[in-house]
């Protein structure tokens, strides 16, 4: 199945500390990057979406382990165990919130961020500075 | 020395059929051979599963479908591998046809461009079009997938090819065949949506005349193309949305008279196309919404006179066009919004009489702030805005730059002020 997770502004550091937990590597701390989606309120959020495993849910929810290959201590196992906290499933789109790691699930995407509520960020100004800031 | 000789040995030789003729006997083309003199680029082909792994360091093979791609192995014989080492952003193989398929959410691999970069030709085949581009491309970063995760025409690699030095016509037409043949879609025909598929591809410096005749939704398509000099004249019959289409093509100086006689909207479709020196006579005849369409259009130096009979919102539309010195008389029959219109036109002296003769609504706040308007002109548009009698709803007009209003004017600003409107304007009458 596949999962379409928002993470927002406030819980990145620690999303992707949860993200190395789960995921295989350092690199895993780039999981999310980009403020690129935003809901209705203007709240940031960074999303990934990915397909993921049925024990997937149960291992993400279970106690956090140090996972083998960090050897050098690299994760903040604290900074995981807040993001797991925070951590919401859902088998059907539900309102990501800007305090909740909402994971959901659903085979496309964008149609899933769509049901959650989130839009890609478009920065255009529109005052009359005719300066223009495009981005 | 004869092509079909016995004893030739001459390998360059590449028909558009995407065959090559070696020892006189027909070959399959291989795009691998484009890199044979040692040109600098990358080929990527889902097809040739060996090449997949699923993790960055080209290790664990891709084996079977929704395997992720971690590694996707380039077989120009340059080593430009691309790689993704975060495991959520890693696009899925699939098969029938083999792809390498993006959910424009974060999907993309990276590839690292040597020092000089490429400038060329990139063959890119995916589930649902198969075009070549011109390209140029910087040393450093370069995503191979979804610019930034997100943008991307169509849903999957199939293969893609840039070579840094251009192919010529017959050898992008034998990649895109030799892609076709390995399962991408050949052409973008059957595309309705087109919403964000170049979005930001920078690199691009010319676009190919691929068929777009299906297509209806346009929005920011080709926003932020900013390599882009010239546009195709694609068939955009069927397009309804040309919403930020074009917006921040910064680099077009002239731009092709499509058919739009089917779009709606217009919003910010050519939004700070600061290049384009000129506007053809497209066919806006359905256009409703014009809200900057044009909006930092600064190379502008006149406007043609487009059909905006059905236009409603004008609001922002030519803001900050500050070489346009003249505007045509154009149909503002629909129109109930001019907010900042024409707002820091600092060269626009010349408004015709008669423009806002049958206009709906009366909200000119900021439209000709900071203009250049002689006293004819401003004269023009106050006793336009009379004739047209609103007296109802938002009422109220601004002007600063130019020539005050003569008498004629300033009897028409009574009139205006009769009738409940707040007009400001130079002098300060």
């Not at chain 1, 500075?129 to 981005?135: A, E, F, G, R, T």
Request: net charge negative.
């Amino acid at each position: 199945m596949r999962l379409t997770i928002a993470c927002p502004d406030a819980l990145r550091d620690d999303a992707n500390q949860l993200a190395m937990v789960l995921g295989y590597g350092p690199s895993d701390a780039e999981t999310y990057v980009a403020l690129n989606w935003q809901d209705v309120d203007g709240n940031l959020y960074a999303c990934a979406s990915l397909p993921v495993s049925d024990a997937f849910t149960t291992t993400a929810q279970s106690g956090l382990q140090r996972p083998a290959w960090d050897t050098d201590n690299i994760i903040d196992m604290d900074a995981a165990r807040r993001a797991q906290a925070a951590l919401v499933f859902s088998l059907t789109p539900v309102t990501a919130m800007p305090d909740k790691l909402t994971a959901c699930v659903g085979d496309d995407a964008l149609a899933t961020l769509a049901a959650m509520g989130l839009t890609q960020v478009e920065v255009v100004t529109e005052g009359n500075d005719v300066n223009l800031v495009i981005s | 020395m004869a092509i079909d000789s016995p004893f030739d040995t001459f390998t360059g030789i590449i028909s558009p059929f995407g065959q090559r003729r070696v020892g006189g006997g027909a070959v399959p083309f291989s795009p691998a051979s484009l890199f044979a003199g040692g040109q600098e680029g990358l080929l990527l082909g889902a097809f040739d599963i060996d090449t997949l792994f699923q993790v960055s360091d080209g290790t664990t093979p891709v084996t079977v479908a929704t395997d992720p791609i971690g590694y996707f192995g380039d077989k120009s014989g340059n080593d430009n591998h691309a790689t993704q080492a975060t495991a959520a952003a890693r696009p899925i193989y699939q098969t029938g046809p083999a792809r390498a398929t993006l959910n424009k959410v974060d999907d993309r691999l990276l590839v690292t461009v040597p020092t000089g970069g490429f400038e060329g030709t990139m063959v890119l085949a995916t589930d649902q079009g198969t075009a070549s581009y011109g390209v140029a491309i910087p040393a450093g970063p370069y995503d191979i997938g979804g610019r930034g995760g997100r943008h991307f025409p169509g849903n999957a690699i199939v293969g893609q090819l840039i070579r840094d030095g251009a192919l010529s016509e017959g050898e992008a037409a034998a990649t895109e065949a030799d892609f076709v043949e390995k399962g991408a879609t050949a052409s973008y025909g059957a595309v309705t949506n087109f919403s964000r598929f170049w979005r930001d591809w920078t690199e691009i410096t010319s676009f190919p005349l691929i068929d777009t005749s299906a297509g209806t939704n346009f929005i920011r398509a080709w926003r932020g193309c900013t390599s882009l000099t010239s546009f195709p004249l694609l068939d955009t019959s069927a397009g309804t949305n040309f919403n930020q289409a074009w917006l921040g093509c910064t680099s077009l100086t002239s731009f092709p008279l499509i058919d739009t006689s089917a779009g709606i909207s217009f919003f910010r479709a050519w939004r700070g196309c600061t290049s384009l020196t000129s506007f053809p006579l497209i066919d806006t005849s359905a256009g409703t919404n014009f809200r900057s369409a044009w909006r930092g259009c600064t190379s502008l130096t006149s406007f043609p006179l487009i059909d905006t009979s059905a236009g409603t919102s004008f609001r922002s539309a030519w803001l900050g066009c500050t070489s346009l010195t003249s505007f045509p008389l154009i149909d503002t029959s629909a129109g109930t919004n001019f907010f900042e219109a024409w707002y820091g036109c600092t060269s626009l002296t010349t408004i015709p009489a008669g423009l806002f003769d049958n206009i709906q609504g009366g909200d000119f706040t900021e439209a000709f702030t900071n203009t250049d308007l002689t006293q004819t002109s401003i004269d023009n548009v106050l006793v336009s805005l009379v004739t047209s009698g609103i007296a109802t709803g938002t009422r109220v007009f601004n002007q600063s730059g130019g020539s005050a209003p003569s008498s004629t004017g300033e009897a028409a600003i009574d009139t205006l002020r009769s009738r409940g409107w707040t007009v400001t304007v130079t002098g300060g009458y």
